[in-house]
């Protein structure tokens, strides 16, 4: 299996509270990204990263931040958590900047906002 | 608005026939091609890829056709078995070779595979 571990893999929080998912990597992949997946939109992307403390937005980035301070960890961070967000989160790791067989998807992170 | 559209949602074939899966762009600067491949609780999976120099690609049981002037792709597996159950994303992005934009995924075709 590919060195890419999720953090918590469940969690269930309330409307307002912060909350951060980790995302760990033992390939030492320059790129990392952060996905949510929802009924009726496939993956969509909420941040990357492509080196430490180098990250940039992606298409549903409101409401996110992240922070990327070693190779190995990514973070996802939400400021103050709304039901909009309830999803499944997914990272992913890449050498560069094109997906393809050298990237992977972790288990994903389920995250319900009550 | 969509740039990447996969219009069914599910589909069923008998076990050892052909399964075919749509995938339609609207971006023309999309020049890289992915499938992924996602069981239940699991995160997806590569399948296959193809550049818009090719409009064909093979790896076993796995073709994806690409038609530019169509702005069309298709996954083909054949023959199709049981394990081969799982929903399937179609992702393009923009650059050479991918390179250069973020992967836009369409909303997936869950494949049900019967015995």
């Known amino acids: 299996d590919a060195g890419i571990t999720q953090s918590p893999r469940h969690k269930v929080t309330e409307t307002g509270t912060p909350v951060t998912l980790r995302c760990h990597q033992t390939?030492?992949?320059?790129?990392m990204y952060w996905y949510r997946q929802d009924p009726g939109h496939g993956l969509r992307l909420i941040h990357y990263?492509?080196?430490?403390?180098?990250?940039d937005k992606g298409e549903v980035s409101d409401g996110y931040s992240v922070s990327r301070s070693k190779t190995e960890d990514f973070l996802l961070t939400l400021e103050s958590a709304t039901s909009s967000q309830t999803s499944v989160y997914f990272c992913?790791?890449?050498?560069?900047?094109?997906?393809?067989?050298?990237?992977?998807f972790g288990q994903g992170t389920r995250l319900t906002v009550v | 608005d969509q740039q990447v559209k996969q219009n069914s949602p599910s589909l069923s074939v008998q076990e050892g026939r052909i399964s075919i899966l749509n995938c339609d762009y609207t971006?023309?600067?999309?020049?890289?091609f992915l499938w992924y491949k996602k069981y239940p609780a699991e995160g997806p999976t590569f399948l296959i890829s193809?550049?818009?120099?090719?409009d064909k690609n093979e790896d076993g049981r796995f073709t994806v056709f690409l038609n530019k002037s169509a702005k069309h792709l298709s996954l083909h597996i054949v023959p199709s078995q049981p394990g081969d159950s799982a929903v399937y994303f179609c992702?393009?992005?923009?650059?050479?070779?991918?390179?250069?934009?973020?992967?836009?995924f369409g909303k997936g075709t869950k494949l049900s595979v019967k015995p």
């Open positions: 193809i550049s818009s120099i090719k």
């Open positions: 992913a790791i890449s050498p560069g900047r094109s997906m393809n067989t050298e990237a992977f």
């Open positions: 390939e030492n992949h320059r790129y």
């Open positions: 992702a393009a992005s923009a650059g050479y070779g991918g390179s250069q934009g973020n992967l836009i």
């Open positions: 971006n023309s600067m999309f020049d890289y």
């Open positions: 990263s492509y080196g430490v403390k180098d990250t």
